[in-house]
């Protein structure tokens, strides 16, 4: 009777066919609505990097105290390594030769560092004015008319801030001088020991509780606890590795138990424990879903054949979980490349110049370079945070490339 007094309520005719585009005009506004947000977040991608190439690339105008293609018996850039040596002898005094040798023996540094620090320490170059990249391209005549008016001493160059003496660089004081090697040294450091850490304790934590653990009260606080813990700021992160892994475990984290001279734990080892701790929580959630997303009936089959619970598993279960494992872990790394404020609170440093050694070394990391450097009120040090941020956005890209390629595999592969 329900069923009848409901079909007699349906529309009909003329009113069944105003019904239906009704309808479609509004599944039709649904479509524009979800068309307009992608088209939204690819304009403001674009906007975004359009901003970042602005910044890193441009005319500069710059200025020496002494003219660098005059230092020695050719222009500057066809000396060799030798030629470099003598005019960085001749010129320098033997404290500053001996800070250099101490940094790194002369000898054994590359030409392009050479001639980067005769620039530096004997032409004393300097950028006394920079331009954007769009202002360079579309106004380049009044662009350079006006860097000429301003500097009419200074050399007038297209300059890309991005360029590989700016990777193989380390830190400076001077932003044309700067260079991000360690600060990248440091970032491939504290992501590489934060998957080894995270990584096996996260899967393993979420094998536990979806194969073995019985739902019984302590095991379902242990899961709020987890879900809970994914949505904590990572400032309470940094605040827990200050506490835990620099003060009460500085002797493991400092090296001090290995015999190694550290003073603190302010290391890349509490920085990567901290970080694992931060993504732990992702990457349990997201492992526990793909275990859960396996057919049962896959792990009965495999009972029938007289498996064990740990094979079944170990050779059914995890395969067939493992891409969606995976995608969970590209999630949690790539939150780890760019989180800056853990790192900040258990002492990543904002200005270093060696390169980390270990897991027990000083370090600093991109994002707290790029931070450090768009503080500065020199304009040329917003032009090398822009680079900077290219690299970081290059080195997050491909880290997550590597991992969709194994994923796509190890699809192809079940």
């Not at 007289?306 to 891409?323: D, R, S, Y």
Request: proline share 5%; hydrophobic share 50%; net charge positive.
């Amino acid at each position: 009777m329900n069923t009848r007094r409901e079909l007699n309520r349906l529309p009909t005719g003329a009113d069944l066919r105003a019904d239906i585009r009704r309808r479609r005009r509004r599944g039709l506004f649904y479509r524009w609505l979800l068309l307009s947000s992608i088209v939204l977040a690819l304009l403001s991608l674009t906007t975004l990097l359009l901003n970042i190439a602005n910044d890193a690339f441009g005319l500069v105008a710059l200025e020496y105290r002494r003219d660098p293609d005059t230092l020695g018996p050719a222009p500057l850039a066809e000396l060799e390594q030798d030629q470099l040596i003598a005019i960085l002898s001749e010129n320098l005094s033997r404290n500053r030769l001996r800070v250099l040798e101490r940094e790194a023996p002369l000898a054994q540094r590359s030409v392009e560092e050479l001639r980067t620090l005769v620039l530096e320490e004997v032409a004393r170059q300097r950028v006394v004015e920079s331009a954007t990249l769009f202002d360079s391209l579309f106004q380049r005549a009044a662009t350079e008319a006006a860097l000429r008016e301003h500097h009419p001493n200074a050399r007038i160059v297209f300059r890309s801030w991005l360029n590989w003496s700016f990777l193989a660089t380390p830190m400076a004081s001077q932003p044309e001088f700067a260079g991000i090697r360690t600060a990248l040294l440091g970032s491939l450091w504290v992501i590489g020991l934060t998957i080894l850490f995270a990584f096996p304790l996260g899967v393993g934590a979420a094998i536990y509780l979806e194969e073995y653990a019985t739902p019984n009260r302590f095991n379902r606080l242990i899961q709020t606890n987890i879900n809970n813990l994914a949505g904590v700021p990572s400032i309470i992160y940094g605040m827990l590795g200050l506490a835990i892994f620099v003060r009460a475990l500085s002797r493991l984290t400092s090296g001090q138990a290995f015999g190694i001279a550290n003073d603190n734990g302010r290391t890349i080892l509490a920085a990567a424990l901290t970080m694992a701790l931060l993504i732990l929580p992702l990457i349990i959630i997201n492992a526990q879903e793909a275990i859960r997303a396996v057919p049962r009936s896959l792990r009965q089959a495999s009972y029938a054949l007289g498996a064990t619970k740990w094979q079944t598993i170990w050779h059914h279960v995890l395969p067939v979980a493992f891409p969606g494992i995976l995608t969970g872990n590209i999630l949690a790394v790539s939150r780890a490349i760019g989180e800056t404020a853990p790192l900040i609170v258990v002492g990543a440093s904002t200005y270093i110049t060696f390169d980390p050694q270990g897991p027990f070394s000083k370090f600093t990391v991109l994002p707290i370079q790029i931070y450090n450097w768009i503080a500065q009120p020199q304009e040329e040090f917003r032009r090398i945070a822009a680079a900077a941020i290219i690299v970081l956005l290059v080195m997050l890209l491909s880290l997550n490339s590597v991992a969709i390629v194994l994923r796509n595999r190890l699809r192809k592969s079940l």
